[in-house]
């Protein structure tokens, strides 16, 4: 599943960190992603669903991915909300959109010119 990088986002970051330190961030958060992608993938619990959604929303946020961010707030908010029947039907979605955002992320950071 493609995601829209929300390239703005990552911008601003470039000017914040400058534009090597985002390449090498960008494969820190890749990574992340993959490691929430296998714990989701392993028949998670409700709990571990929102605590992963809680780590996901902000950092997706951070590197431009608007909805995954959006997605995992959703997650974490339903939780709250006790509907763990919707989390668990959604978590298909959210593992797919995790896979999906690690790789175009880390394919990304590999690019010579991100920002040109």
């Not at 390449?23 to 571990?48: C, G, H, I, K």
Request: aromatic fraction near 6%.
């Amino acid at each position: 599943m493609a995601t829209t990088v929300n390239h703005e986002t990552l911008r601003r970051l470039a000017v914040e960190v400058g534009e090597e330190t985002v390449s090498s961030l960008l494969v820190v958060f890749s990574d992340e992603l993959s490691r929430y992608y296998d714990q989701l993938a392993e028949t998670p619990s409700t709990n571990q669903v929102r605590e992963i959604s809680h780590a996901i929303k902000s950092s997706a946020a951070s590197f431009g991915a608007d909805e995954l961010a959006e997605l995992a707030r959703e997650c974490e908010s339903r939780v709250k909300l006790g509907q763990e029947s919707w989390v668990h039907e959604q978590l298909p979605r959210l593992t797919s959109m995790l896979q999906g955002t690690a790789s175009e992320y880390k394919a990304l950071a590999d690019q010579e010119n991100l920002f040109n």
